[in-house]
Nanobody
Framework: QVQLVESGGGLVQAGGSLRLSCAASGHTFSILAMGWFRQAPGKEREFVATIWWSGGTTRYADSVKGRFTISRDNAKNTVILQMNSLKPEDTAVYYC??????????????????WGQGTQVTVSS
């Protein structure tokens, strides 16, 4: 089992920045990748970004490329999502997730095994 605790959400004006953090504990040796997903009211959960634990390769949703940066601190078992140039359409609950199996695309939420509780990000216009 892997436990995830997110922090850093909040309210920000359009064009502003927020930094989300996710700390993993437990069986962290099983982590292959850590990612962020988001879910806005009335919408399905969507992929935001992910980073492979070994090597640090990243992948982003087209909607956040050039604005968001995902990074990791392996020693602290922490992943960071730096969000710049925020837009009202970025408003959602953001979830951290761990992928621990070689079971397909990192962009599919069903391929992640552990989830955090979520943190609210609200961008006002």
């Amino acid at each position: 089992q892997v436990q995830l605790v997110e922090s850093g959400g909040g309210l920000v004006q359009a064009g502003g920045s927020l930094r989300l953090s996710c700390a993993a504990s437990g069986h962290t040796f099983s982590i292959l990748a850590m990612g962020w997903f988001r879910q806005a009211p009335g919408k399905e959960r969507e992929f935001v970004a992910t980073i492979w634990w070994s090597g640090g390769t990243t992948r982003y949703a087209d909607s956040v490329k050039g604005r968001f940066t995902i990074s990791r601190d392996n020693a602290k078992n922490t992943v960071i999502l730096q969000m710049n140039s925020l837009k009202p359409e970025d408003t959602a609950v953001y979830y951290c997730a761990v992928k621990s199996q070689w079971n397909g695309s990192v962009m599919l939420s069903g391929n992640y095994d552990y989830w955090g509780q979520g943190t609210q990000v609200t961008v006002s216009s």
